[in-house]
């Protein structure tokens, strides 16, 4: 009964702050502006299904690919294991289903035995590649501090989380090995059966009564603890995957999205069109140099970005020693959409007429933006279809046309195509190559 | 080499079947013209009907378009648009990845609608129709070579094979970077990179890519860019390979089989 009570309580209270932390994600993603989702509707469940749900593009490097697989399907495979915690927790049962389930919760059980082993040298493998062997795309400089802290906590997070499990499991296997009464017989488990024993085999029933009540709140504070956590973390992929790869854009990587009121000044100026009377009063602000100025969608890739850096590891300008990191890129707008979050929520200030002084140039600078050779490497290496070129293509057409900025050798190649029709500005005729 | 504009094509009362779509590159840049004019002497080769737009051709807009300046971007493709629908233009084909881009997926939009094809793909479908036979033999059999992916042939449009089975056609031996296809590395001019000095680092992006290329040993490194052709040269001069590996157009390998 007391038992009962403590779970409603940690139940209640960490769905309740897990809750406020995604609300707080999910009104920050709203600060982006309004962009319809367009195409092949059974192209983006596809894209769901093989990039966020098959991992398809984790593939492209198979070693952390598998080693992320353990821990995404022995992630997914425990949450079965949840249903009858939860069960448990509110009814007072122990393993409510194992008498009605027989051989097939014994199957299933060690199945998620077998899958947190894997997941458990996944992590340490993770934790060592970030830790021991520094690979370099977990060293850069925008990692410093919560970010690499972050990666770290979950991967620890992991740890605990399966330690509780063996702990929960073994303690049981051993007391029912005991006759112990309450712990009816449940099959043999492929791991705890033996490492049940083997660990707490010495100990007194009371004592691994202990073990295994441990392991069991373990598992659900850890859960509930991820939960809260996740608004707050880059984990929050295992959600964000999901809708990211849905809203992903369709069309070729080298379309550029169009600007329909240039287009359409463009033309009412070159004559091509009459105006219809609905010119605005004063010029608006063109590409983006805020989170409110990009698209929702822009942001909601930020949030659902894990900050694996392969994009930034496949950037040919930080191959070569430019600033340019688009991993920052993601990490930026992320960071400013909270900032602007937390300053809206507190109610200093309003998503409409929102003004701190500051902008995403604050963080992104001109030098980062500039050494971008818009190869579309990050879009093509992100394995939830992230695309952080979109973002530096609207903030490079914010410096150019509201800030009139930019590098001072493009204006030679702004003037010849606008004068000479050519990206050059040469004096002979554009045919002269034929004779 | 016949290479006539429409404009002159229409005067005699013809209609071209496909509009050559030259750009800012193949039109003024001395090493792009090679591979245009190479372009041309296949097409005249093959019977193929074409005209080029000549001084009625602007440039496409995409270093204007990438760097930031909409404006311009909107002007020049208008311009364009305008002179293709006049036309009647249906077909094109260009040696220019970023032309090929930018006509091909930005111009609908705008109201350019036209089958917009990569040199490589028109050669590969004059091939297969026997428009275009190879003669057997020739300086590229079985010669050591490989083959640079341009990001806006490649990622920006998916076109890996039309190349590379030229290339078989060519009966070369292709051995591939470490970094090709989807993977492939930019060559450091795209985005209006071309027009301003590299950004503070500590190596320019064609040499790292060059290194790419002289890791596989190559007799000659090719390409399917105006600027990655740049880019490549200036790498390998700065290796001080140039003279030992050329860089070619698949078409200008192309040229020395008919």
Request: glycine share 8%; net charge negative; charged share 20%.
């Amino acid at each position: 009964m007391l038992q009962s009570l403590l779970f409603l309580l940690v139940a209640g209270a960490g769905s309740w702050f897990a809750w406020k932390g995604f609300s707080r994600v999910w009104t920050n993603i709203q600060l982006g502006k309004p962009e319809t989702t367009t195409g092949d509707t059974g192209e983006r469940w596809r894209n769901v299904f093989l990039v966020a749900l098959g991992q398809q593009k984790m593939f492209k490097n198979w070693l952390p690919a598998v080693l992320h697989l353990f821990i995404y399907v022995a992630f997914v495979i425990t949450q079965v294991e949840l249903i009858e915690i939860f069960v448990d927790g509110i009814f007072g049962t122990h393993r409510f289903f194992a008498p009605y389930l027989g051989g097939f919760y014994t199957f299933v059980i060690s199945s998620i035995e077998v899958l947190s082993v894997l997941a458990f040298v996944a992590t340490l493998a993770f934790l060592s590649r970030r830790n021991l062997l520094r690979i370099a795309r977990f060293q850069k400089p925008e990692l410093k501090g919560f970010p690499s802290r972050d990666a770290n906590l979950i991967l620890l997070g992991e740890i605990i989380l399966i330690v509780g499990i063996f702990c929960m499991n073994g303690g049981d296997k051993v007391l029912q090995s005991r006759g112990v009464e309450h712990y009816h017989l449940t099959g043999n488990f492929a791991v705890s059966t033996w490492l049940g024993p083997a660990l707490f085999g010495g100990l007194s029933d009371g004592a691994v009564m202990v073990i295994e009540r441990f392991g069991w709140w373990l598992h659900i504070l850890t859960v509930f603890g991820f939960l809260c956590y996740l608004p707050y973390s880059k984990h929050l992929h295992i959600i964000l995957a999901f809708p990211n790869t849905w809203y992903a854009r369709l069309t070729p990587k080298g379309q550029m999205e169009n600007m329909p009121d240039i287009q359409k000044e463009v033309r009412i100026m070159m004559g091509l069109d009459q105006p219809d009377g609905n010119a605005p009063a004063e010029l608006p602000e063109f590409g983006a140099n805020d989170v409110t100025s990009l698209s929702w969608k822009n942001i909601l890739q930020a949030y659902s970005c894990t900050e694996c850096g392969r994009c930034t590891a496949a950037c040919p300008a930080n191959q070569t020693g430019k600033k340019l990191s688009p991993r920052k890129v993601m990490m930026d707008v992320r960071d400013r959409a909270e900032e602007i979050g937390a300053a809206i929520a507190s109610g200093k200030a309003s998503k409409e007429n929102y003004n701190d002084g500051k902008s995403l140039f604050d963080r992104i600078t001109a030098e980062e933006l500039h050494a971008c050779t818009t190869c579309n490497a990050c879009v093509e290496a992100c394995p939830v279809m992230i695309n952080p070129l979109d973002i530096i293509l609207q903030m490079r057409r914010h410096e150019i046309l509201s800030q009139s900025a930019g590098p001072a050798e493009w204006l030679p190649m702004f003037n010849a195509i606008e004068n000479a029709g050519a990206a050059w500005a040469m004096s002979e005729p554009r045919e002269a190559w034929r004779d | 080499m016949i290479a006539k504009t429409i404009a002159e094509l229409q005067s005699e009362g013809r209609t071209p079947e496909i509009i050559f779509w030259v750009g800012c590159a193949g039109s003024f840049d001395a090493r792009a013209q090679k591979v245009t004019r190479a372009l041309c002497e296949i097409l005249n080769h093959a019977g193929v009907e074409f005209a080029i737009l000549g001084s009625e051709e602007r440039c496409s807009g995409d270093p204007a378009r990438r760097a930031g300046n909409e404006f311009l971007f909107q002007m020049t493709a208008a311009m364009n648009i305008e002179t293709l629908n006049m036309y009647g233009v249906k077909k094109i084909v260009t040696a220019c990845p970023h032309c090929f881009n930018t006509l091909k997926n930005e111009y609908p939009e705008l109201g350019g609608n036209y089958e917009v094809l990569h040199h490589t793909q028109l050669l590969n479908e004059l091939i297969a129709n026997g428009k275009l036979k190879l003669k057997e033999g020739g300086d590229f059999k079985g010669k050591r070579i490989t083959y640079h992916d341009s990001c806006y042939l490649g990622r920006a449009n998916d076109v890996y094979e039309a190349p590379r089975s030229l290339l078989e056609a060519l009966d070369v031996d292709l051995v591939e970077m470490k970094r090709a296809r989807k993977n492939g590395l930019c060559c450091g001019a795209g985005g209006a990179q071309m027009w301003k000095e590299d950004e503070p680092g500590d190596k320019r992006i064609n040499i790292e890519r060059v290194e790419d290329a002289l890791e596989t040993n190559p007799g000659a490194v090719v390409a399917n860019c105006p600027f990655c052709i740049t880019m490549l040269q200036d790498g390998l001069k700065a290796k001080e390979k140039n003279e030992q590996i050329p860089v070619y157009d698949i078409s200008e390998m192309i040229l020395t089989r008919l």
